[in-house]
């Protein structure tokens, strides 16, 4: 089992910047990787972002949608066992109860959730 901690979530205005984090405890080394998903009030849950866990730091993969493309950056630190979400250029229609998620290997689905933390961008 995995427990996953998000931090960092707030009220920003437009065009501000936030950063997430997530604290993984527990059984971390069968993580292979982590993502960010978000949820917006009457919207489906989407994946913003992930990155491979294993390995370095320098050849880690990482996802991002479309969305969010060239405005958030994920990254992680192995030692201290944390993803983060860094977020600038925050639009409206970014609002939304932000999740972190870990996927075991040989899981093709995330299937560890952490509480959610609420993002909210004022116009």
């Known amino acids: 089992q995995v427990q996953l901690v998000e931090s960092g979530g707030g009220l920003v205005q437009a065009g501000g910047s936030l950063r997430l984090s997530c604290a993984a405890s527990g059984s971390i080394f069968s993580i292979n990787a982590m993502g960010w998903y978000r949820q917006a009030p009457g919207k489906q849950r989407e994946l913003v972002a992930a990155i491979t866990t294993s390995g370095s730091t320098n050849y880690a993969s990482t996802y991002y949608s479309d969305s969010v493309k060239g405005r958030f950056t994920i990254s992680r630190d192995n030692v201290k066992n944390t993803v983060d979400l860094q977020m600038n250029s925050l639009k409206p229609e970014d609002t939304a109860v932000y999740y972190c998620?870990?996927?075991?290997?040989?899981?093709?689905?995330?299937?560890?959730w952490g509480q959610g933390t609420q993002v909210t961008v004022s116009s």
């Open positions: 998620a870990a996927r075991y290997y040989g899981d093709s689905d995330y299937k560890y």
